[in-house]
């Protein structure tokens, strides 16, 4: 018969095993941890600390032209965004006119505030099946490409880190800043 008695027993042996289990796992100190793991060098780190700010603060060297950007989009990009970006599987990423509402869709014209982030987006998140695999060269020229098929610069412009930060996007003015003072 299970009585009160036996359920204090077992309530206190499992809150001393959790003592002990949480003393060993805390050995060398409250902020230690438990110890799982290795720790991460700051080169380890380097290859994924690749944020670009609006200003183009951290944006790499290289250029692209929408000439250029044209064939590496239609090889890498595409089959998940449609031809020339109109829409495929994974949504358009050409059209317009750019609205304050999302109604219009995620067009780069209306999500993107800023030109950088989609050069931050398409570097870090890009192909889908190769994430930050292109360079900086192809990267530059998807943006140049985009941002042209977008009619946001013309189809002659070149994409590096002076002018792509220039480049105003549309709809950037209907965006709010949460923490204005960190840009």
């Known amino acids: 018969m299970f009585t009160h008695r036996h359920f204090s027993q077992m309530l206190g042996a499992t809150a001393l095993a959790f003592t002990l289990v949480s003393s060993v796992a805390l050995a060398d100190g409250p902020n230690e941890g438990p110890r799982l793991g290795t720790p991460i060098s700051p080169s380890e780190i380097a290859p994924w600390d690749i944020h670009i700010m609006p200003d183009g603060t951290g944006l790499p060297p290289g250029r692209g032209t929408s000439a250029q950007g044209a064939p590496i989009f239609a090889q890498k990009c595409a089959a998940c965004h449609g031809e020339g970006g109109n829409g495929g599987p994974n949504g358009a990423l050409v059209g317009g006119p750019p609205r304050a509402t999302m109604d219009g869709g995620k067009m780069i014209a209306n999500y993107w505030p800023v030109s950088t982030t989609l050069f ?16 900086p060269q192809e990267v530059y020229a998807l943006c140049a490409y985009l941002l042209a ?3 946001l610069i ?30």
Request: proline residues 10%; positive net charge.
């Open 120 to 135: 931050d987006f398409i570097r870090r998140a890009m192909p889908y099946t190769q994430p930050n695999s292109l360079t």
């Open 154 to 183: 013309g189809e002659n412009d070149v994409m590096d880190a002076q002018s792509l930060p220039k480049v105003k996007m549309p709809n950037r003015d209907n965006f709010i800043v949460r923490f204005p003072d960190r840009i």
């Open 149 to 151: 098929q977008n009619k």
